[in-house]
């Protein structure tokens, strides 16, 4: 069944060089195969495992040619094209007989991207409240507040936020550790903040003095409620970011060379010790020991982790293992010198960690598992 001409054509499909008729065509295959009846066979996991499989056949590269790191979804109707030519030998041998392949060589420990929140928040009073679990409802009382949990995970600050309801500023802490989904809270002012794993966000339970100021370690994205006489600030260390009501994006991890504050509408200043730039939508601040502006950024690449991807950006191998660390929580060892490969492209955050290593293995990267480490290889 391994035709050339067939063959060819899901080559010119991976390139985009088909028509649109040779599209519908492998459109057509898929459709075929990607019902589960047609190989009832095999249980739902079995087909599923021998589609990923042959996913990752795809995704990987056509044979010694390295291939850009695309967008899973791409490859979808491919990799269905070549399950019926990689299958045809098992489904096709003979109309009355399947002979189920073996699975076992294909089934090594499987750390998948995290399929639910571990983070925590800690109180004021120093208690600890596990956000994991599906519970819903109120949470904790801080006074005249309430802190809710809502049915979607996320989390919201409700109640009466003023200094007569208030007493004294109560500062809690939102962690997300590494190996976490990303988790959303809504402050007491109707601002919102998406936090990375591998973050934490320190904040007034109620925002009562004359200023809204929050401190970050790690990744998140705000999007903050307007109010003229009350400005929204963002401190990391001497860093402090100064806004009225806009969405930015903050990375200020502990373990990058630079802490960079992306705009994507209203007006940022960016305050370093005693250097100060102001942001203009599009633009990214780089600040190391200065403030470097960026005019011109992309986006995709800035808001990936928040929209579900890994965005590499010839991204060196130590940045690659810096996202992997932090969203698979896994210990990430150097064996040797660090290659000096660049990568580029995208990649869904929901493939479990065998995937994502067989890409960059693939890639030219040498990597090796050994339960919750992962070791570069030279």
Do not use: C
């Not at 009562?208 to 401190?215: A, G, L």
């Not at 009225?244 to 305050?271: C, M, P, Q, R, W």
């Amino acid at each position: 069944m391994k035709d050339p001409k067939t063959i060819k054509l899901l080559l010119n499909y991976l390139r985009g060089k088909t028509t649109l008729a040779e599209k519908a065509k492998v459109d057509k295959w898929y459709d075929s195969i990607s019902d589960a009846n047609s190989l009832s066979n095999y249980s739902d996991s079995e087909l599923s495992e021998i589609k990923e499989q042959l996913y990752q056949n795809i995704r990987l590269g056509l044979g010694n040619k390295v291939i850009p790191l695309y967008k899973q979804s791409f490859f979808k109707v491919a990799a269905a094209a070549v399950l019926i030519f990689s299958v045809s030998g098992i489904y096709w041998a003979s109309k009355n007989t399947i002979v189920k392949p073996d699975l076992t060589s294909i089934k090594p420990t499987i750390i998948s991207a995290p399929a639910e929140n571990y983070a925590t928040i800690t109180l004021a009073n120093g208690q600890k409240l596990e956000l994991k679990g599906n519970d819903k409802g109120t949470i904790a009382q801080q006074e005249s507040m309430q802190l809710v949990k809502l049915a979607n995970g996320q989390i919201e600050y409700k109640g009466t936020a003023d200094s007569k309801s208030i007493e004294e500023l109560q500062y809690n802490t939102l962690t997300n550790p590494k190996g976490s989904k990303v988790i959303n809270l809504t402050l007491s002012d109707g601002s919102k903040v998406w936090l990375n794993s591998g973050s934490a966000l320190t904040y007034p339970v109620a925002f009562v003095s004359d200023e809204r100021k929050v401190t970050i370690t790690g990744e998140a994205y705000f999007e903050v409620a307007h109010d003229i006489h009350k400005p929204f600030k963002v401190a990391k260390g001497d860093l402090e970011i100064k806004v009225l009501g806009t969405h930015f994006n903050v990375n200020a991890y502990d373990d990058d060379s630079d802490i960079k504050i992306t705009l994507l509408e209203g007006s940022v200043k960016v305050l370093n010790g005693n250097v100060m730039n102001v942001l203009k939508p599009g633009q990214q601040a780089q600040v190391t020991d200065e403030i470097k502006i960026n005019p011109e950024v992309n986006m995709d690449e800035v808001m990936a982790w928040k929209n579900g991807y890994f965005y590499f950006n010839r991204a060196d191998v130590s940045t690659v293992m810096r996202y992997i660390n932090r969203w698979y929580g896994v210990e990430i060892i150097y064996s040797g010198p660090v290659s000096t490969k660049s990568f580029e492209g995208e990649l869904e955050r929901n493939l479990n960690l065998t995937q994502v290593i067989k890409i960059l293995e693939r890639n030219g990267l040498h990597l090796k598992q050994e339960g919750n480490k992962l070791i570069v290889l030279p």
